[in-house]
């Protein structure tokens, strides 16, 4: 495969996951993962330069869930 075209192809997978996570909805590429979106709890946290703490509020995420194929190949 040329990179121009190993390119186009990996565009249009993160252009289905942006889609999909626009949508709510999980992404699954099998043997690789999953992307799904999650939504975050409000905390509170706090600025490292001046101690100031913040209330930052609840929102979504995307995460990344490895498949059982890629966990197993990072193992060894």
Do not use: I, W
Request: net charge positive; aromatic share 6%.
């Amino acid at each position: 495969m040329t990179q121009k075209a190993a390119a186009q192809v990996l565009d249009a997978f993160c252009e289905a996951v942006r889609e999909a996570a626009a949508r709510d909805e999980r992404t699954a590429l099998p043997g690789f993962g999953t992307f799904a979106v999650v939504q975050t709890a409000a905390r509170r946290a706090r600025n490292p330069q001046t101690g100031e703490a913040l209330e930052v509020p609840a929102r979504p995420a995307v995460r990344f869930r490895a498949g059982k194929s890629l966990r197993e190949a990072v193992r060894r």
